[in-house]
């Protein structure tokens, strides 16, 4: 059967990555994208999205624009860490496509009633879009087939504050919301957590880039290295491993810039990867919950693993996985998928 989804995303550049992933799987089908204010404002999200839905030849699918702003707090977007535009050094074609004209929000929930329990809902960003559906439908939890959630950190630091991971930190409100809602779901429906402490296991690094480009049908003549000063773009003839090169890139250069090596975490990839499989993550149930009025902790997710506080679990979180499969799958289904979308003979540079 395969995966129908509503993608949730900030996007980003692993959001690019995740979405690519998904539009590449013969397995999964998107239903709709929302555009969600993060790492960059939730306009330029939805421009970004339907900017790479024209450069993969994707068919009409439709992207809702989400709410501008957090459900309590001003919008921080990053454009240190995903460049200017969202999408690193990568310069994508503004799309001529629509927008669809209901909210993120409400697309969330016309989509699940109109196909009750076969939704499976994915969400890379902060989760300001799915806490206002919820709102509107508190049936939502089991309305989807399942959810699958980048985000929080538990047993592991934060990489926004020393405790905070980005997505909840910008809407903590909203990702208590939605954990709070998942409290009543049963236990095959409730959220899968792609954490930190497992997508910073998920390390993209130059070679990758190489071996996606040749499976492309394009083995590139300057590979990116991590020995290429800061700025240098793709000449890739094949345009989605350009400008996947040149999102990365940007990526690659921010992690360097904070001594972690020449590499990426490619945390939304991976949540797209286990939403398809979840055989690709190993769980621990437990129940989650967000510190909002810590005053050096606020935001943090919190993980009860050992039933103390006397809660039912509400979320499995993912423990385990295997990053060389996930590269595998990654490398396999995006580079098949550029090389059909732009055949060898048929490249051109736009
Ligand atoms: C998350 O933060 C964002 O910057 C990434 O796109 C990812 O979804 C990781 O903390
Ligand atoms: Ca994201």
């Not at 690193?88 to 929930?109: C, F, I, N, Q, T």
């Not at 109109?114 to 799915?130: D, Q, V």
Request: charged share 20%; aromatic share 6%; glycine share 6%.
């Amino acid at each position: 059967m395969r995966a129908r989804i509503i993608l949730d995303v900030d996007t980003g550049i692993d959001d690019s990555l995740a979405l690519l992933y998904l539009l590449a799987s013969p397995d999964a089908e998107i239903a709709g994208i929302a555009a969600t204010a993060g790492n960059v404002p939730a306009d330029r999200v939805a421009a970004n999205n339907l900017a790479w839905l024209d450069v993969c030849g994707a068919p009409a699918i439709e992207v809702a624009l989400g709410a501008p702003e957090p459900l309590a707090i001003p919008l921080r977007t990053t454009e240190d860490t995903h460049g200017p535009q969202g999408i690193g050094y990568a310069e994508l074609p503004e799309s001529r496509r629509p927008l669809s004209d209901r909210s993120a929000a409400r697309m969330w929930v016309e989509l699940a009633r109109a196909h009750p329990g076969e939704l499976i809902g994915l969400c890379t960003g902060p989760l300001t879009n799915l806490a206002l559906a919820l709102r509107i439908e508190p049936e939502l939890p089991t309305l989807l087939r399942r959810l699958v959630v980048m985000g929080g950190a538990f047993n592991h630091p934060g990489n926004t504050t020393p405790t905070n991971e980005w997505n909840v930190h910008v809407d903590p409100e909203a990702a208590k919301e939605v954990f709070d809602a998942f409290s009543s779901a049963p236990a095959d429906r409730r959220p899968i957590i792609c954490a930190l402490d497992i997508t910073e296991t998920i390390e993209m690094f130059p070679e990758h880039l190489r071996r996606l480009a040749e499976r492309a049908g394009c083995p590139p003549d300057r590979p990116v290295s991590a020995h290429d000063p800061d700025g240098l773009r793709s000449t890739s003839p094949n345009p989605v491993v350009r400008h996947i090169d040149d999102a990365v890139r940007f990526y690659f250069e921010f992690h360097r810039h904070h001594d972690q090596g020449y590499l990426a975490h490619m945390h939304d990839p991976f949540a797209a990867a286990v939403a398809i499989d979840p055989a690709l993550a190993v769980l621990r149930p437990a129940t989650v919950d967000v510190e909002l009025t810590g005053t050096l902790t606020r935001a943090t997710t919190v993980a009860d693993w050992a039933g103390m506080w006397g809660r039912q679990p509400n979320a499995d979180i993912v423990i385990g996985t295997d990053p060389v499969v996930f590269f595998d799958r990654l490398i396999t289904r995006v580079g098949d998928f550029a090389r059909a979308v732009h055949p060898p003979a048929r490249q051109e540079v736009s």
